[in-house]
């Protein structure tokens, strides 16, 4: 079973996307700031990890520099922020992909697998 981390502070976005994955066989730990998201990253081991970018707490690109000290576990950024600097400073920063909101959850899905395969 694939395991991901979702880390979101919206609290739809974040139920609506664990429901859509558990229903497509995942396991999903949900996490609503950048602070517990590291907390569990750092308890459990997960197979992908799913992040928005403006947390409370830890931001996202703080999160994705920590986690790239030592790990290359596939970071998906969902995100807001959809302006090119953006994009380019956390894909040049250790993200794996940016998706931004609002998204569809099939081309998320397909964008899972896709980091998976690798």
Same mark, same amino acid.
């Given at each position: 079973?694939?395991?991901? @981390?979702? &880390?979101? #502070?919206?609290?739809?976005? !974040?139920?609506?996307?664990?429901? +859509?994955?558990?229903?497509?066989?995942?396991? &999903?730990? /949900?996490? +609503?700031?950048?602070?517990?998201?590291? *907390?569990?990253?750092?308890?459990? =081991? +997960? #197979? @992908? *990890?799913?992040?928005? @970018?403006?947390? $409370?707490? *830890?931001?996202? =690109?703080?999160?994705?520099? /920590?986690?790239?000290? !030592?790990?290359?576990? $596939?970071?998906?950024? *969902?995100?807001?922020?959809?302006? @090119? =600097?953006?994009?380019?400073e956390v894909l040049g920063g250790g993200a794996d992909d940016y998706l931004t909101k609002p998204f569809e959850l099939e081309e998320l899905w397909?964008?899972? /697998?896709? /980091?998976?395969?690798?």
């Amino acid at each position: 079973m694939v395991r991901i @981390l979702v &880390v979101e #502070d919206d609290t739809d976005i !974040n139920n609506m996307t664990a429901e +859509f994955l558990k229903g497509k066989g995942c396991g &999903v730990e /949900q996490a +609503f700031s950048g602070t517990e998201g590291r *907390l569990l990253w750092q308890m459990k =081991e +997960f #197979d @992908l *990890l799913l992040l928005d @970018l403006m947390l $409370p707490g *830890l931001s996202g =690109e703080e999160l994705i520099r /920590q986690i790239r000290e !030592n790990s290359r576990i $596939p970071v998906i950024v *969902l995100t807001a922020k959809n302006a @090119l =600097e953006d994009k380019v400073e956390v894909l040049g920063g250790g993200a794996d992909d940016y998706l931004t909101k609002p998204f569809e959850l099939e081309e998320l899905w397909v964008r899972i /697998q896709v /980091q998976l395969r690798h």
